[in-house]
Nanobody, 126 residues
């Protein structure tokens, strides 16, 4: 499976923006559906945004719709998560995932995930 490396996290204030990157360190992301998840302290990992392997369709959790945008650049072997209008409740460790396959077209079902990144911390202060 492809090795994933996230970057771009940090400490920002509410209302600020960040762009996270997820790069394939030893292969290609071409052909993989990709997604971002996040895990806040004391909570389970949850789906944030997903993108098809062609990049033509995206899906978002209700909590981030209109604020976050997922995109991919297969030439650069990188998937991005542009996060605008950040809120304190967006504070979490963010993980990217590469799917071997989607189950029922659901990104939330992680049984099809083949690779996870190590995570990058995003902290939003009020």
């Amino acid at each position: 499976q492809v090795q994933l490396v996230e970057s771009g996290g940090g400490l920002v204030q509410a209302g600020d923006s960040l762009r996270l990157s997820c790069a394939a360190s030893d292969g290609t992301l071409r052909g993989y559906p990709m997604a971002w998840f996040r895990q806040a302290p004391g909570k389970e990992r949850s789906f944030v945004a997903g993108i098809t392997y062609t990049g033509d369709r995206t899906n978002y959790a209700d909590s981030v719709k209109g604020r976050f945008t997922i995109s991919r650049d297969d030439a650069e072997n990188t998937v991005y998560l542009q996060m605008n209008s950040l809120k304190p409740e967006d504070t979490a460790v963010y993980y990217c995932a590469a799917y071997r396959f989607l189950i029922g077209s659901s990104y939330s079902d992680v049984r099809g995930v083949g690779s996870w990144g190590q995570g990058t911390q995003v902290t939003v202060s009020s």
